[in-house]
């Protein structure tokens, strides 16, 4: 019997098996719920916080800086509209072993 | 109608209106207030046009009727959590007085909205002036009744109630009872029961959150009350079932009354196979017998009087099933799609990506596709079907499924309580249609 008959959704998992060999073994369990659960993670560093504002007493506010969004820590007060989105990449649990 | 095979579809563009990213889209009751939410926590609402003897042949148009800012960005320091003020869900109360109320929900906390008009003002105050400044009362000599005079129309629009402080998860879904006094409230793991009129209090009557969480395996994605049984109401969840509860039987409805799930044939099981059978919408139909599903790749329609499986199943894009591989990878098997019935149960619409929309007739049994888009309609065009192209040779006309463009996706629909008049939302474009009147 020809064993070339292979359902559509069988032949693109085995395309992302052999590109991501480590997928989880739990095919749509944790992982996604887990992501799902998390979303708005944002890391807040009170020490970076209180470390930026002593700065702050001793500099005026930094006018020419444009406010780079990735640079949170000792330059300026943080707020949570600068600090960067922790997005909870399933890029990063798809390649990791 | 609009599917007749006689003549063209005659599906007209009537509307096209810019915003942030919509992200809900909800007729009221009656039809002529249609609500949509975006991604900027804003509602904005548009009020059908009265019918007039010069538009005999459609019915009104829809304009801006109030625009209001519902929700606003919030930071959780406690959980280092950022609550976004992206507007999930609208659901409208029944008209009781001359005010409109609807309910808005971001992710952790729902508004009730009055939305009033005010089309008079006071005028002719013996103690100040017009524009508000107090007079001399030594030169007041005369009483005056102030009387109420004719102003132009202002929408207002107040928040009477906040319901905060009773999710954990992100909330998914709101649903009004039929007994317009309570509503539920759906996250990933919990469904709150709320009294309309009580914000410091919420019940909760549904809990599948695990003791440990290592133990999740599935999770709630949508829930909403039978629109006839006050006790009734429905959850689904991304394993592809659906759980009836009746609140008459306890008080913690976590064993559910029915369970709606198609056996699966385990030879087909794949790697993607729960993923794709994740129900994202679940829409009680008109009537109350049926209850319609979307899963990533179809619509199913269910008996609510038989568990086993589906009595109807339409395909909405099955050429994708060989694409699976690439829209994991790019995220698009965990869109969202939202469904819905038309006024007498007898059409379902859902969308689909390329900014197609698909509507299926249950009694014909025929389906379309179609397009919503500003290059290729102007206003009171009829709307041209499309067609995908799964593989082989393309006809002329025919989109193949790797020209089709995935960011543009159609995830929320509406569609008029009475009318022929659907609300379609693209990313950032809202569109309306409507079959053409002969």
């Not at chain 2, 909205?113 to 017009?130: A, F, T, V």
């Not at chain 2, 799609?337 to 049994?365: A, H, I, L, P, Q």
Request: charge should be neutral; aromatic fraction near 10%; proline fraction near 4%.
């Amino acid at each position: 019997m020809e064993d070339k008959v292979t359902s559509p959704e069988k032949a693109e998992e085995a395309k992302l098996k052999a590109r991501y060999p480590h997928l989880g073994q739990k095919p749509g369990g944790s992982d996604f719920l887990r992501k799902r659960l998390q979303k708005g993670q944002k890391y807040f560093d009170s020490g970076d916080y209180n470390m930026a504002k002593a700065k702050m007493k001793n500099k005026q506010l930094p006018t020419a800086a444009a406010p780079d969004k990735t640079e949170v820590t000792g330059d300026h007060i943080p707020t949570p509209q600068d600090l960067p989105q922790r997005k909870p990449s399933l890029v990063a649990s798809k390649l990791a072993g | 109608m609009w599917l007749n095979q006689e003549r063209s579809t005659d599906i007209l563009f009537l509307f096209g209106y810019t915003a942030d990213i919509i992200s809900t889209v909800e007729f009221n009751h009656s039809g002529e207030l249609l609500a949509t939410g975006d991604k900027g926590g804003r509602v904005v609402i548009f009020q059908q046009e009265q019918e007039n003897k010069t538009q005999t042949h459609s019915r009104g148009e829809y304009n801006v009727y109030s625009t209001f800012q519902s929700h606003e960005p919030e930071f959780d320091y406690l959980k280092s959590l950022e609550i976004e003020e992206k507007i999930n869900k609208i659901r409208w109360l029944p008209q009781k007085n001359a005010a409109q109320f609807l309910l808005s929900t971001n992710d952790k906390t729902i508004k009730l909205w009055k939305i009033s008009e005010r089309d008079k003002r006071p005028e002719g105050y013996n103690l100040k002036e017009e524009d508000g400044r107090y007079r001399d009362p030594t030169t007041v000599t005369t009483l005056r009744v102030p009387v109420f005079r004719p102003m132009d129309l202002m929408v207002e629009a107040s928040p009477r109630r906040i319901f905060a402080n009773a999710h954990t998860y992100h909330i998914n879904s709101i649903s009004i009872n039929s007994d317009y006094e309570t509503y539920l409230s759906a996250d990933d793991l919990r469904i709150n029961l709320w009294h309309l009129e009580i914000t410091d209090r919420s019940f909760n009557i549904v809990d599948i959150k695990p003791a440990n969480m290592e133990e999740l395996t599935e999770v709630i994605t949508a829930a909403e009350f039978h629109p006839n049984s006050c006790n009734t109401f429905v959850y689904s969840s991304s394993k592809g079932t659906i759980r009836l509860c009746d609140m008459r039987a306890s008080a913690l409805c976590d064993r559910h009354s029915k369970l709606f799930e198609e056996p699966e044939d385990p030879s087909n099981r794949s790697f993607f196979s729960e993923i794709i059978s994740s129900i994202s919408d679940v829409k009680f139909s008109h009537s109350g017998r049926y209850m319609m599903t979307r899963d990533y790749l179809s619509v199913k329609i269910w008996d609510l009087n038989m568990e086993n499986r589906p009595v109807e199943t339409y395909q909405v894009h099955e050429y994708l099933r060989s694409k699976l591989c690439s829209l994991y990878e790019n995220d698009c098997i965990f869109d969202k799609f939202e469904c819905c019935w038309n006024g007498s149960d007898s059409v379902v619409m859902t969308g689909s990506y390329n900014n197609f929309f698909r509507m299926f007739d249950r009694n014909t049994k025929r389906d379309i596709t179609l397009e919503a888009s500003r290059e290729n309609n102007k206003p009171r065009t009829v709307l041209k079907p499309r067609k995908v192209c799964a593989s082989g040779k393309r006809k002329k006309d025919e989109i193949s499924v790797d020209s089709l463009d995935f960011n543009k996706k159609i995830l929320h629909t509406a569609w008029h309580p009475k009318e022929n008049i659907i609300a379609v939302a693209t990313t950032n474009n809202l569109y309306i249609f409507q079959d053409k009147v002969n």
